[in-house]
């Protein structure tokens, strides 16, 4: 069974994209499981249900950071997707950290980004989108040609392996490239792991303490005009 | 080297089949398309654009030099033989109008030490286009419709260079049409025109017309329209000489009219 991974931030088009991608993989006789994580709603699982028949899930994380709580189920998610004789499990992340990346080595890491959200926002995403293996660029139709031109340029200087795929998420132009690539990749291995490194450890704000200020907390913390330092034993 | 585009048709709104099959545009001609709102032009032109492959919603075809276009035209823009010109009147884009060209010229031209003097030619050609002229510091979000305007067709000619330029409604954006007209003649490409501008209409080889999402027929420009296309270039000199009048806050008299009296 392969897996697919799409993270990027909210109202990007990463639904849309999945739909047309469901769609096509469907028409070429694969087996796909859906599951979205989100932080308190979602209803794309009830939509691909409904639309495919296929069998889908949603996870909220609630209080757990959202990228965390998809390395805790995706174990899970993997043999339940087994169990339902899947070909392609394809998760829907909340898409809101810029500091994570949901991707798992032995899976294909999507990031949906739109061509809408500024030259800048390729610099600002992080290992979202450096670790992807592919960046999906949507509502190419609402910008010139000359800035979708340079908004690549700018996913290319932070990301240079991402393969950019330009799409218009609202007819479906340009999936085919974007199915090619989660058909291309091999079977999940019996372990996989997280591909990025997580944030620093767990600090106090993680647990709870909500005092301002880093006098107040112990852990590794930072200044306005430090670098980070431990404090505590 | 790409010598013809060629349109295969597809269907209109309501599934009926397109009257027109087959168009073949060849470099050097410079086109029209023209159509009531609503008649599809902007979508032939996307179309175009995107390569269509009977996937669209229209079910045309574009072939490039008599076949269907290389994957290598969306994966890499620097190979992308198209330069759209939208009817966007705004840029998105939150940087610099400099820093903007040179990050543009980085990925259309591949040479480095050619890259500096097409971003200095782009300004000065898009300061022929314009009144207010435009600066390299000036950010991107502040420009001014016709600037915006002046400065896309400047970059898909100087920046993009590509053999085919796609251009929506360019009347539409407050630049100096003539001069645009003028100033595009001399550069061999093929030039499609999406328009309602009889002076452009007339002064292209061609017009495809479109209706209910189709294209109906393709009218050579004649004899006896060229004649007519110099009166119309007079007649639309004329209003641009009173539109700069009443934007200078001046008084209009017949003596300007007398021509046509």
Redesign the interface.
């Known amino acids: 069974m392969k897996l697919a991974i799409c993270a990027g931030p909210a109202t990007t088009g990463k639904t849309s994209v999945l739909r047309h991608a469901i769609r096509k993989l469907l028409e070429s006789g694969q087996r796909i499981a859906f599951l979205k994580i989100d932080v308190q709603y979602a209803e794309e699982d009830e939509q691909f249900a409904r639309e495919f028949g296929i069998p889908t899930r949603k996870v909220y994380s609630g209080e757990l950071c959202p990228d965390h709580c998809n390395v805790m189920v995706l174990g899970d998610a993997l043999r339940w997707a087994r169990t339902n004789e899947s070909d392609v499990l394809l998760v829907e992340t909340a898409g809101l950290c810029l500091r994570c990346s949901p991707y798992a080595d032995g899976g294909l890491g999507i990031i949906v980004l739109e061509a809408?959200s500024?030259?800048?926002l390729p610099l600002k995403v992080g290992p979202m989108l450096s670790l992807a293996d592919v960046a999906v660029v949507t509502k190419i139709?609402?910008?010139?040609?000359?800035?979708?031109?340079?908004?690549?340029?700018?996913i290319q200087d932070v990301a240079p392996s991402v393969r950019i795929r330009?799409v218009?998420a609202l007819?479906g132009?340009?999936i085919g490239?974007l199915v090619d690539h989660i058909r291309a990749i091999p079977d999940v291995p019996e372990h996989m792991r997280l591909r990025g490194n997580p944030p620093v450890g767990t600090c106090t704000i993680c647990v709870g303490k909500k005092e301002i200020g880093w006098q107040s907390h112990f852990g590794v913390v930072r200044a306005l005009d430090n670098q980070v330092f431990y404090r505590g034993e | 080297m790409i010598n013809t585009i060629t349109i295969l048709g597809g269907h209109g709104k309501n599934g009926t089949a397109e009257p027109v099959q087959r168009i073949d545009l060849r470099m050097g001609d410079v086109i029209s398309v023209v159509g009531p709102t609503g008649s599809g032009k902007t979508t032939l032109i996307n179309d175009i654009e995107l390569f269509a492959n009977a996937n669209t919603q229209t079910g045309r075809r574009i072939l490039i030099n008599g076949a269907p276009a290389p994957a290598e035209y969306h994966d890499d823009p620097a190979r992308n033989p198209i330069a759209l010109i939208t009817q966007h009147t705004t840029f998105l884009s939150d940087l610099p109008v400099g820093e903007f060209l040179h990050t543009h010229a980085r990925i259309r031209i591949s040479d480095a030490t050619q890259r500096q003097v097409p971003v200095g030619r782009t300004l000065d050609f898009a300061n022929q286009l314009t009144g207010e002229p435009i600066a390299l510091d000036s950010h991107m979000t502040e420009l001014s419709g016709g600037q915006t305007r002046a400065l896309l067709i400047a970059d898909a000619t100087i920046i993009c260079n590509t053999p085919i330029v796609l251009l929506d409604e360019v009347e539409n954006a407050g630049i100096h049409r003539t001069r645009a007209l003028e100033l595009l003649r001399q550069y061999r490409k093929i030039f499609i025109f999406v328009t309602h501008d009889p002076r452009i209409a007339l002064l292209s080889d061609y017009r495809i017309v479109m209706q209910g999402g189709t294209i109906t027929q393709v009218l050579h420009t004649d004899m006896a329209e060229q004649k007519v296309a110099g009166i119309v270039s007079k007649l639309d000199d004329t209003l641009s000489l009173l539109r700069d009048k009443i934007r200078r806050g001046e008084r209009l008299t017949m003596a300007e009219l007398e021509t046509f009296a």
């Open positions: 809408t500024g030259m800048n139709d609402r910008v010139s040609q000359a800035e979708r031109e340079v908004f690549r340029a700018r330009e218009n007819y132009i340009g490239p």
